[in-house]
Every structure is written in C-alpha cells, then in structure tokens.
C-alpha cells in the first residue's frame, strides 16, 4: 500500500495531457494500486474520483466511484469503484446540468460546470478488457471531472460564475 502526495495547482503536469497506456505492466499496475489507496485515504473532502497526473503520473488512468444511494450499516457511503485505463467518452446527451465540483487537487475552491447529463464511455480495466460504462447524474459529472484532468484541463477553466471557498460552499448548505 503506497499513498501518494496529490499534486496541487499550479504544478504543470496537471496541465499536460497524460500519455495512453500501452501495456499493462507491474509499473501500471503499482499506479493503479497507489491511486486506489491515495483515493481511499482522502479526506477533508473526501474523494469521489483521482487521476495518475494528480500523483504526478502522467498515464491515462482514472479512479472514479459511483456512489449508491444507500449506506451501510455504520452511515458510510456505499459506492463502485472503477479503475478506467484510456478512457473515452463516446457518446454525450444534448441534455446537460449546472452543479458545484470541487477537486482534491485545487483545495478550498469550488465552483458550478456545466456538463452532459449522460455519457457512454469506453475504457479498459486492469486486465486489459474493454469496459463499456454509461453514466449519469452525478457519476457522470466524476467521470467527465478525471478524464478533463488526463486531458489536461481544470474544471476552474469550465467554472460558470464565480469560484467559492469551502467556507462560502458550505455556508449554502445551512
């Protein structure tokens, strides 16, 4: 088990467009298992999807969680995980929404995106087979944040209106 530092703005290689995966080697498969754990152990916030270039790797794999509506029986949020390796999204609804996103690696600021409500996507798994995803809500909205950051782009660049701090987020809460 290896928890990685998560890069934070403005380190370049989150700027920069993650190279594809061509074999799925021990290196690939050590980030999978690093990005696994870093992921699992984020907190403050927690989070619901990392990508490699945000360990400062810069290989086209993700981790995103579809979370369940249910808990378990400690109150913890229920959630699959996916480990997509070369993602593509290849299909988007016309139909969009307007939600506030945050990132693990741009701290305590958080803004409203608007995205497709739906996405199909293509990907591979850490076996090497291809893994056919469609995703709405909320799961699409992580899905669409990690493969912006494989292509280099910071949801801040997408941000309709004005970015918040965590304080300010929070506060619409109460």
């Not at 530092?5 to 021990?26: F, Y």
């Not at 619901?48 to 981790?63: E, F, H, P, T």
């Not at 959630?79 to 609804?93: A, D, G, H, V």
Request: proline content about 4%; hydrophobic content about 35%; overall charge negative.
């Amino acid at each position: 088990m290896a928890i990685r530092k998560i890069v934070t703005v403005p380190d370049p290689v989150l700027n920069k467009k993650t190279e594809k995966v061509k074999e799925i080697n021990d290196e690939i498969k050590e980030i999978i298992r690093d990005l696994k754990d870093t992921l699992e152990n984020a907190e403050e916030p927690e989070g619901a999807g990392l990508s490699a270039n945000q360990m400062g790797v810069s290989k086209s794999i993700c981790a995103v969680r579809n979370y369940l509506p249910e808990t378990d029986a400690f109150g913890e949020n229920i959630f699959e995980e996916f480990i997509l390796i070369n993602p593509e999204i290849t299909k988007k609804s016309k139909e969009t929404d307007i939600e506030y996103e945050g990132c693990l690696s741009i701290p305590d600021v958080y803004g409203k995106v608007e995205r497709p409500a739906r996405i199909k996507v293509t990907a591979l798994t850490l076996s090497g087979d291809i893994i056919k995803l469609k995703a709405e809500g909320f799961f699409a909205r992580v899905i669409q944040h990690e493969i912006d950051h494989l292509n280099g782009i910071l949801f801040t660049s997408k941000v309709t209106g004005k970015t918040l701090t965590e304080e300010e987020f929070d506060k619409q809460f109460e």
